[in-house]
């Protein structure tokens, strides 16, 4: 009997991945890169507290669960460090106490408007070198666009002089694009607006620091996936698909590549970013799952 209250669609939704099955005498091989954007953001910031926590080896939701509870490290609940995980995804990029309750209850977590501004106030005096950022991309996005020029931080190049186009060049050497920048003005002050791509069409778009910082974050997390993705090529990984920070190859029932051999492929130093620390890890199935 099927019960009332089931959710057709969420059931749906929590089988999709185990379709993807592979052949007869084969298996997936999915790797992922963990926590890649806390990691680019603490390095593009250059947040010496956050960078230590993953030099350390440590779980950067603990180690904020311990800002939040003042407990030792050894000490955090799994439900603390549930409750430091959605604050630590969400709050880097300049997340609002409204945005965060949203984000928090994807994560079986429940926080008051109170405790969404407490913590909010918590990670950016916990990791300042972030806040900072925000306000300095956007800076630099503005005086470009402004000033029809060009000028470069944070191993970033920020190009106003094309009226069409403004460009942030990443350390990759790839460029993000925004297209017809302006100014407007609104109750706020100035934004940086732009023309993009929304589910009715084309239409005036505002960014603020935050929302650029993210742009970055993710645009670089993206390059690091290709490179990976480059180098298990050439080692010989047939990659049938990729899921955000994750690659999917299909390697023959017998096969002398190994998991271990993907995560290095992953792994293998950036020339434009040899400082950037990164992990990855993985499992081997004839189907595939959430790892």
Same mark, same amino acid.
């Given at each position: ?53 993953? +030099?350390? !080896? *440590?779980?950067?939701?603990?180690? $904020?669960?311990?800002?939040?509870? @003042? ?6 609940? &799994? ?69 029809? +020029?060009? !000028? *470069?931080?944070?191993?970033?190049? $920020?190009?106003?002089?094309?009226? @069409? ?6 350390? &990759? ?119």
């Amino acid at each position: 009997m099927i019960p009332k209250n089931l959710d057709t669609m969420q059931c749906i939704k929590s089988t999709l991945r185990s379709v993807c099955r592979t052949d007869d005498g084969s298996l997936l091989m999915p790797c992922d890169l963990s926590g890649i954007e806390t990691r680019v953001l603490a390095w593009l910031a250059k947040c010496e507290k956050l960078l230590q926590v993953y +030099r350390d !080896g *440590k779980d950067p939701y603990i180690s $904020f669960a311990v800002e939040m509870f @003042k407990v030792p490290y050894a000490d955090v609940t &799994s439900e603390q460090r549930q409750y430091g995980k959605p604050i630590v995804l969400g709050c880097g990029f300049q997340m609002g106490s409204a945005r965060l309750q949203e984000s928090a209850a994807t994560y079986g977590v429940v926080f008051s408007d109170e405790e969404c501004q407490k913590y909010i106030k918590l990670y950016r005096e916990t990791y300042p070198e972030i806040a900072n950022l925000w306000g300095r991309m956007e800076t630099f996005a503005k005086t470009a666009v402004r000033d029809r +020029r060009s !000028g *470069k931080a944070y191993g970033l190049t $920020f190009n106003g002089t094309n009226k @069409k186009i403004f460009s942030i060049t990443l350390p &990759s050497g790839r460029a993000l694009h925004y297209h017809s920048p302006r100014l407007v003005k609104d109750n706020y002050g100035l934004k940086l607006a732009y023309d993009g791509i929304e589910t009715k069409g084309w239409s005036i778009r505002t960014t603020h620091g935050g929302k650029i910082v993210e742009n970055i974050v993710q645009a670089i997390s993206r390059d690091i996936l290709l490179a990976g993705m480059v180098n298990a090529y050439r080692k010989g990984f047939k990659i049938v698909g990729h899921v955000h920070d994750e690659l999917i190859p299909e390697v023959p029932n017998g096969s002398s590549l190994t998991l271990e051999d993907l995560r290095q492929c992953m792994l293998a130093p950036l020339d434009w970013a040899p400082d950037l620390q990164i992990d990855a890890a993985g499992y081997v199935s004839t189907f595939y799952k959430k790892g």
